[in-house]
């Protein structure tokens, strides 16, 4: 028998993952605002963006094979592929972001775009021990000094949590 493709504005199985690790971060921040909270807020983020316009294929009743978004942890280049293939779908999303928060969503995500990758553990994938290559601009925010360092250890934990409970809340109308 042919497999069959079936095409959802929102994958239920990877929107409920995200929710499930939205639901988790909540939890850790009742311990105050640490690594674990970070990378769930940024895992959930992941999931929820991977979770639109997600295609399953299927033989008979049975899921075989989920192509997502993007295969990577950069929700920079997550949210990227969704401008690129579904552009109507990112405006939508940007303008509702920008109405709701007064900010730019593709701004905000890329701010912490390697959050969950660069928080995991307290060295580098190579070894390396990271500095906190950190300086505060006019604004106040914390941002690296060089754009070359291999690790961005700075969490913009305001944007963080805004973009994790915007999708969590506009995603979740096409679910029930």
């Known amino acids: 028998m042919k497999n069959i493709q079936t095409k959802n504005l929102v994958d ?3 929107f409920t993952h995200a929710k499930d690790y939205y639901s988790a ?3 850790l921040k ?3 605002p640490n690594n674990p909270y970070f990378i769930m807020l940024a895992l959930s983020i992941e999931c929820f963006l991977k979770s639109i316009r997600t295609k399953i294929e299927w033989n008979d009743s049975v899921a075989i094979k989920v192509n997502h978004t993007k ?3 950069d929700l920079s280049k997550i949210f990227h592929k969704i401008e690129i293939n579904h552009p109507l779908d990112a ?3 940007k303008n509702k972001y920008e109405i709701q928060y ?3 969503l593709k701004q905000d995500i890329e701010l912490n775009k390697t959050v969950f990758t660069d928080r995991r553990y307290p060295y580098s994938a190579k070894g390396g021990i990271p500095e906190v290559p950190l300086h505060s601009n006019d604004e ?7 754009k070359k360092d291999k690790i961005n250890i700075a969490v913009y934990v305001k944007e963080l949590e805004a973009v994790a409970k915007f999708l969590s809340d506009v995603l979740s109308k096409y679910i029930d």
Do not use: C, M, V, W
């Open 71 to 73: 295969k990577t942890h």
């Open 140 to 146: 106040g925010l914390r941002i690296p000094k060089d």
């Open 25 to 27: 971060a909540q939890i």
């Open 102 to 104: 007064s900010r730019s």
């Open 30 to 32: 009742e311990n105050g």
């Open 12 to 14: 239920f199985g990877l």
């Open 91 to 93: 405006e939508y999303l």
